[in-house]
């Protein structure tokens, strides 16, 4: 992608305050930085403004007016990406959702709300929590991703195994393409069978085929009761025979999550914590267990305790069998939410105690064991010495790779090096019929392998949606597939 010409932005800043509002528009030093880039913090930002719309309108002027001058547009969320999919670094205008938070009042009939692109993951939760309903996407991230940045990720999280991914609690959206036209999409109907599902065509796009601004989301119920614990295991293989064992019991599985030792080590360290366990151990899995639905505080405790009831015979068919080594079973809600901080803060630790190079991917649940065993073996022969920190989603079969920079290696000669350790990973993800991206998308830094998922027919197929909705290639250029 070529720079964005200095004379064409000053052209188009020029309209965009003349012709909307003169405040939409900052070239603060310090708001350049914070919101041309996302968490990967790889690629240095470089953004000639940052533009802070307000309504849809004042998108789709901005778009028309970016459009007609040549400029790039690189709309931004809560930049809590992994893979430069948010990131401004040739001259680029941000276009920011921040300031785009209405959320509108909760549809108790229909279970559905309308809110702006920019609302809060963790807000939208608050906000419909009353009406003892939720938008059921949740991830450790949920107190700064926003909504528009999940759908255009088609964000997966925690409870995938659970409720899905984003792109099923979206009824409609309101995206406006790169020409300033404003499509609305879906509105709140559960049932649309006219064609084309434009919605999903723009859920996972990562706002290279337009903005989204506005969405109507599909709400469930509040989960009642839940009980949470965490099993230690010895490998792999037990991981995944624990899921099997957890599928069948006595309860509603709500979440599977595991991590290593390796990744435990570096959160107990970082936040000066004590084992949850007395015997470590090579894996740690974290079940969520559902219960009854009731939200009433009376309701849910009665549940509660049934549900730990329930639990009692099934953990102990669990260490009777041999599937855990050790564990913990949280009594109360603060015990719960310890359990969960574990496993939430692996990438803030991760990232406080070393430089991780990060790797999001998806398999088959079947092929888990088997691809965690092959990933071993590379390492342990290209890259001896080099420390796997491994979690993930496993009712999902969504891994979390992160290499960790050893201490003895500079920086620059470590990056250097992943890039010929990410060919090799992909390469064993292909072989077990995986994705390169389970939930941060292609963005910047795995366009080079989006080979390694996508045939090059699939590639054409989005090059020539590409073409039709962004002729000019105007809408973050660059990422995901070269037009």
């Known amino acids: 992608m070529d720079p964005v010409r200095?004379?064409?932005?000053?052209t188009a800043l020029a309209r965009i305050r003349d012709s909307i509002r003169p405040d939409l528009v900052s070239q603060e030093a310090s708001e350049l930085t914070e919101y041309g880039r996302d968490w990967t913090r790889v690629i240095a930002p470089a953004p000639s403004a940052i533009a802070f719309p307000r309504t849809t309108e004042e998108v789709s002027k901005l778009l028309a007016i970016c459009d007609e001058e040549g400029v790039a547009i690189v709309p931004s969320g809560g930049r809590t990406g992994l893979a430069g999919g948010a990131v401004a670094a040739r001259g680029e205008i941000v276009l920011s959702l921040a300031r785009m938070?209405?959320?509108e009042e909760v549809d108790l009939l229909g279970g559905t709300v309308r809110v702006q692109a920019g609302a809060i993951t963790e807000a939208v939760h608050e906000h419909c929590a009353p009406h003892g309903l939720?938008?059921?996407?949740?991830?450790?991230?949920k107190g700064s991703s926003t909504v528009g940045g999940n759908i255009a990720t088609n964000a997966g999280g925690v409870r995938v195994i659970r409720y899905g991914l984003t792109r099923q609690w979206v009824l409609g959206l309101e995206v406006v393409l790169a020409s300033g036209k404003v499509l609305e999409i879906g509105g709140a109907l559960e049932k649309n069978n006219t064609g084309l599902d434009l919605r999903q065509l723009f859920i996972g796009s990562e706002g290279t085929l337009g903005v989204i601004t506005e969405a109507t989301l599909k709400l469930g119920r509040v989960p009642g009761a839940t009980a949470v614990m965490l099993l230690g295991v010895s490998d792999v293989a037990s991981v995944l025979s624990l899921f099997r064992h957890a599928r069948s019991g006595p309860f509603t599985l709500a979440a599977y999550e595991f991590f290593s030792?390796?990744?435990?080590?570096?959160?107990?360290?970082?936040r000066k914590l004590r084992p949850p366990i007395a015997e470590p151990c090579a894996y740690y899995v974290l079940v969520e267990a559902e219960g009854d639905g009731a939200t009433e505080a009376a309701l849910v405790a009665e549940g509660s305790a049934r549900l730990l009831e329930r639990l009692e015979p099934w953990i102990t068919s669990v260490f009777e069998s041999g599937l855990a080594k050790d564990g913990t079973l949280a009594q109360h809600s603060t015990q719960a939410r310890d359990l969960w901080a574990l496993r939430e803060g692996i990438s803030e630790s991760l990232s406080a105690t070393g430089l991780p190079h990060k790797n999001d991917i998806a398999l088959p649940i079947a092929a888990l064991d088997a691809f965690c065993a092959e990933l071993d073996d590379v390492f342990a022969r290209r890259y001896p010495g080099w420390e796997i920190c491994l979690f993930g989603h496993v009712g999902d079969g969504n891994l979390h790779i992160n290499v960790m920079k050893p201490d003895a290696m500079e920086r620059e000669e470590f990056f250097a090096k992943t890039k010929e350790a990410d060919r090799d990973l992909f390469a064993l993800v292909q072989r077990h019929h995986g994705s390169i991206s389970a939930e941060h998308g292609i963005g910047i830094l795995k366009k080079p392998y989006l080979g390694y998922s996508r045939s090059e027919t699939e590639m054409e197929v989005m090059r020539g949606v590409k073409r039709v909705l962004d002729p000019k290639s105007t809408l973050n250029p660059g990422k995901v597939i070269d037009v």
């Open 6 to 10: 200095s004379d064409s932005v000053v």
């Open 261 to 270: 030792q390796r990744c435990l080590d570096r959160v107990l360290s970082h």
């Open 101 to 103: 938070r209405r959320m």
């Open 134 to 141: 939720t938008w059921p996407v949740d991830f450790a991230s």
